[in-house]
Structures are given as C-alpha cells and as structure tokens.
C-alpha cells in the first residue's frame, strides 16, 4: 500500500514539474510584438519630426498618418504572406490526398517506413500505418502531420491574421500619440509614455521566454529608447540643415 502511494506521488510530481511554456507564443506573441512595432516606429517618427522643431499640429499629423500607413501596411502584409502559405499548405495537401485516393498501398507503407526509421519494431510499424489507413482523413491528417508538419484542421486565417496585426499595431501606434490628442503640446508626455508601453510590452514578453519581466521590460524600453533619440538627432540635424 505504501510503495502504491509513494509511485502516486511521483507520478502526481511528475505532472507538477512536466508542464512546458508556450514555445510558440499562441496569441500572445504576435499581438504583443505587433504593438511593440507599432509603438517603436511612430514613437521614432514622431521624435523625429519634433526634432525638426516643427508646429504641433505636423506632430499629430505625422502621428496618425504612421498610425494608418503602418497598421495598413502590416495587414496587408500579413494577409498576404499567410494567404500564401496557406494556399501553399492546400496544394500540397490535395497532392497527399491524390496519392492517397491513387495509390493506397503505397502511402501505407511509407507511413510503415517512417515509423520504423523512429525506432519502431518493423512489425509494429505496419499494423499501425494499416489500423491509422483505414480512415481516408485521418490518413490524411497523420500523412501531413508527419510529412509537411501541418495540421489540416488548424490552418491560420489570413484575414484573422489581418485583422490582429492592424489592431495591435495601430494600438501601439496610438499611444505615443494620445497625450497630443489629449492637448499636450510638448513631446515629453508622448515620450514618457511611450517608454511606459514599451516597458509594459517587454514584461508581458516575458512570459513566453524564460526571461524575468523586468529584464525583458528594461531592454525593450532602452531599444525603443534609443531608436526615438536616433530619430530625434537626425530630426534636428535635417531639420537646421533645411532651415
């Protein structure tokens, strides 16, 4: 009774400490990154502008106007670039289903083979590919699983994917902005706030690394930093330059 209890713990142990991060980041990555782009590259050129010493009113012009050409630009970007990688996924995939429909046997035995090339017991192997076969869409799900890496039934959306990179990085683009749009009339609000998000993003990064938050946070916030005081430097360089 006692050994019986002791392996339940273990086994209770186990499952404690077997747990495993997110390593792909589900959601939270791309949104998080995508506000993070949006806030760097209208913080810089905002700074930027300012830096040329320029009225308020241009500041918030070129404010909104980065806000709508990058959050416009990073969906049409992202639509595109997963529209065709998906477009790619279901051609192969109506390939592996040709072949399955084609030639049965065939693709049995490769999905044999490449369990036994795991380690599996060549016996073993073919009365698993045989059982696995004998529905056309689960063979076609292990087929692509093992074959191209995919999921048929999880494929991304491009217009989910869309949609996502314009709302987040518009947010972040807008947040540099609102002190002007609230009435300030100085670039230091901006700033500091646009520091704060930046801070803010690098912890919430955190939790798809193995990073503490304040680490990720401070090394955001001076990445982010850096890049506004560039901009801002060549701002009044240009700026004396021109005038």
Not at 90 to 103: F, G, P, T
Not at 123 to 137: H, I, T
Request: with cysteine; aromatic share 6%.
């Amino acid at each position: 009774m006692a050994i019986l209890d002791t392996e339940a713990t273990l086994h209770e142990a186990h499952r404690d400490n077997h747990t495993h991060r997110d390593v792909n980041g589900g959601w939270l990555r791309p949104a998080v990154f995508g506000a993070m782009d949006g806030l760097v590259s209208n913080l810089a050129l905002m700074t930027g502008v300012a830096g040329g010493s320029v009225s308020q009113q241009t500041i918030v012009l070129t404010g909104l106007a980065g806000l709508a050409a990058g959050a416009f630009s990073m969906a049409a970007g992202e639509y595109t670039s997963v529209a065709s990688q998906r477009e790619l996924v279901e051609a192969e995939l109506d390939v592996e289903r040709r072949e399955l429909r084609k030639h049965p046997q065939d693709e049995e035995d490769e999905l044999a083979a490449l369990y036994v090339a795991r380690g599996v017991e060549p016996r073993l192997a073919r009365e698993v590919a045989r059982q696995l076969s004998k529905d056309p869409e689960q063979a076609l799900e292990i087929h692509a699983r093992e074959e191209l890496g995919v999921d048929p039934g999880d494929l991304p959306s491009p217009l989910v994917a869309a949609v996502s990179s314009f709302g987040s990085f518009a947010l972040g683009a807008l947040l540099p902005l609102l002190p002007y749009l609230l009435g300030a009339t100085v670039l230091w609000p901006a700033v500091l706030l646009a520091l704060a998000g930046l801070f803010a993003c690098g912890a919430v990064v955190a939790k798809v690394t193995a990073r503490t938050w304040w680490y990720s946070g401070l090394r955001q916030l001076v990445l982010g930093g850096a890049a506004a005081g560039v901009t801002y430097a060549l701002g009044t360089l240009f700026g004396t330059a021109v005038g």
